[in-house]
């Protein structure tokens, strides 16, 4: 399976899941949305951001070199636009089987505004969470190919 796919149904399922179990705690304790949506928001960003810190690591690890690095940022756009659309089609979907409560939305909404606000949810902290795992990793590389001691061989001591 491709990279980027697992990502997209990995984070597609979970924005779908935390959709979910939102709508059914809206539903019961409606008075208690002010913490829960955040919090649902909180959740996500952060498996996202790890998800790419632990891509730009690996990358890292992989490349020393900044130069010759795999292309992330791509394997992270076809995730999150893959992963927005999908979401967005299976809440729709959802939405129509009872008890579920996922906001009444239209397929055109879902796939649009929906999804471009998925899309933007997944890509930007992807891409933040690489370049801190790549930066993160080339420090510690850095550090660990440092020589140690004195670069230069100690001059001879004066009067010999």
Do not use: Q
């Amino acid at each position: 399976m491709n990279a980027w796919v697992l990502r997209a149904v990995g984070l597609g399922a979970l924005t779908v899941v935390l959709r979910t179990l939102l709508g059914f705690a809206m539903v019961y304790w409606p008075t208690n949305g002010g913490w829960m949506r955040p919090l649902c928001l909180i959740v996500l960003v952060v498996a996202i951001v790890a998800w790419g810190y632990l891509d730009g690591r690996a990358d890292r690890r992989a490349h020393p070199d900044p130069e010759h690095g795999t292309d992330l940022t791509m394997r992270w756009l076809k995730a999150a636009i893959a992963g927005g659309l999908g979401s967005g089609l299976v809440a729709w979907l959802l939405d129509f089987l009872p008890k579920f409560d996922l906001g009444d939305n239209g397929l055109l909404f879902e796939l649009t505004a929906g999804a471009s606000f998925i899309v933007l949810l997944i890509f930007v902290p992807g891409v933040i969470g690489v370049a801190a795992g790549r930066w993160l990793t080339g420090r510690e590389h850095k550090k660990s190919s440092a020589p140690i001691g004195p670069i230069h061989p100690d001059p001879e001591p004066a009067g010999v």
